[in-house]
């Protein structure tokens, strides 16, 4: 049987990671094959929510899949995101995209709006989501929620590049 410690004599130790959350894009879809688009995209997600929000502040926010504690991490570009949805809104502006009626930007016709997939159940990850789907929706971008079960999302979904957006952790 576990011998149990007082309240006052148990310890929480938090130790670097390198398991992260990120957003992976399908360039097969011409949505993403400007990079302004992405640009725009990355420049109105605001980490802070996620970091501080989900995570109690206990994880850091990163620029690259590399951690900080590896010998290939390069230091430069640690702080390179500057949450700027004005500028989002720019790059958009300057790609083509004008705000629709109901706010959502159009170019051709087309709305810019994709789906994101991440698995069915990951309360983590659709916390995420919801983050990621306000942020955007106020540059003008609808980003629709689509999640399934993880061996459907890495089946043939995933393998042959099914999906639009997907939200995967790497550990």
Same mark, same amino acid.
């Given at each position: 049987?576990?011998? %149990? ?5 148990? %310890?929480? @130790? ?7 959350? &990120? ?22 997600? +605001? ?20 951690? $900080?504690?590896?010998?290939?991490? +390069? &230091?430069? =570009? %640690?702080? /390179?995101?500057?949450?700027? $949805? ?18 959502i930007r ?5 709305? @810019?709006?994709?789906?994101?997939s991440t ?19 106020q540059i ?9 079960? /993880? &061996?459907?999302?890495?089946? +043939?979904?995933?393998?042959? &590049?099914?999906?639009?957006? =997907? @939200?995967?952790?790497? /550990?």
């Open positions: 049987e576990a011998k %149990k410690l007082p309240a006052a004599q148990a %310890k929480v @130790l938090v130790t670097p990671s390198t398991t992260y959350e &990120s957003v992976a894009f399908n360039f097969m879809n011409p949505l993403f094959q400007d990079r302004r688009v992405r640009q725009a995209l990355y420049y109105a997600m +605001d980490k802070r929510p996620v970091v501080n929000g989900i995570f109690g502040g206990l994880v850091q926010e990163a620029e690259t899949y590399v951690p $900080p504690q590896s010998w290939a991490y +390069d &230091s430069r =570009v %640690k702080g /390179a995101h500057k949450y700027n $949805p004005d500028l989002a809104k720019q790059l958009l502006d300057r790609a083509g995209w004008t705000p629709g009626p109901d706010g159009v170019k051709n016709g087309q709305r @810019l709006a994709f789906d994101n698995t069915s159940g990951n309360k983590v990850r659709e916390q995420i989501q919801q983050i990621l789907q306000q942020q955007w929706r003008g971008v609808d980003m629709r929620i689509s999640n399934m079960p /993880a &061996s459907v999302l890495f089946g +043939d979904f995933y393998r042959l &590049s099914r999906f639009q957006t =997907v @939200l995967i952790g790497i /550990a």
